[in-house]
């Protein structure tokens, strides 16, 4: 319980999973919880990378033209569609219980669980206008859009490390490549430079002073202070990454050097009970990889809390499991389960068998 600003008392929600962000890693690890038998709850603020994508790409049976909001509104429908909950709210502190458990603090609702998946993921550093829309010749994703830059002109923004290589990965697709210091002195190394260098790609230091873009909304061209204009289909701004580490520090969880969240093969991180998944976590910022992980810190969490098979001290202690502690699942889940067919079989409902025939 806790108090209102005029005083009332407010009930904390109860669950035994809540999964902080409405993400493709956040979702998936609820839709495993939900289907894996215990209470759930997606507690989403609204947007994030994802929700940006104005098509989805590299997910096997989500056709290409399906935007991020679809995608993930689809996924949060099959949550619900199995007994979870997903909830519109802003968490903004959480803190570990005296019994163990984990309280989450919302703008609007206060939430109770034994186990905390953080998906909160972080935010792309975006360079300075004038840019282009994202997803209009602005890209953050090599692996998702580089496809669509085959045999076009393409630009690379950023005057760093990570620059210069995506630069040079970007002739695997192109032949145009032009790397945009943006009136920045380059910050990568000498062996760097002498590699970079080596390949056909032109180092272009003017800043840019405006663009054009077709009636579509698609980038065309950048106009440069050095009086040039250069034509690109679009391209990758590499800025770096801002990682939503709020949350996890409250805790005290593990980060690595680069920011990210430490965690280990089932997505756990170092506090006991508290897990992340998706692009807070270290590795390749894709949805399919993401979901994975989700599918791992859900199948790991139903391990941790799964009632049976019961420890054999604790039958020697307390006795075997009886007819009346079966199943183990919520009034709220099982009740969801009843409207699926596949949860109807055997039929609910058996005819009595006709009488054999006298021969």
Known sequence: MSDTEDGSETEARDYEVVVVGGGPAGVQTALYTTRLGHDTAVVDRGGGRAAMMLDTHNVIGVPEETSGNEFLQTAKEQVRSYGGDVVRDFVTGIERTDDGRFRLVGNDAEFLADRVVLAVGFNDERPDPPVPRTGKG?????????????????????????????????LNFTDDVDLLLRGEDPEWSDETDEQLRAHPIEIVGAEITGMQKSDDGWLEAFEFDDGTIRRYRGGFPMYGSDYNTDLPEQLGCDLNDDGTVAVDEGMETSVDGVYAVGDITPGHN?????????????????YGLRAFPRDLDEIREHGPVGADDVPNVSERIRGAAEAFEEARAPPLDVPDAEPADDD
């Open 286 to 302: 894709q949805v399919p990889v993401a979901m994975g992980e989700g599918a791992k810190a859900g199948i790991d969490i139903h």
């Open 138 to 170: 602005l890209h953050y994703c090599l692996h998702c859009d580089a496809y669509m830059f085959i045999d076009r002109p393409v630009y690379v923004m950023g005057a760093g490390e990570a620059a210069a290589h995506v630069a040079m990965i970007m």
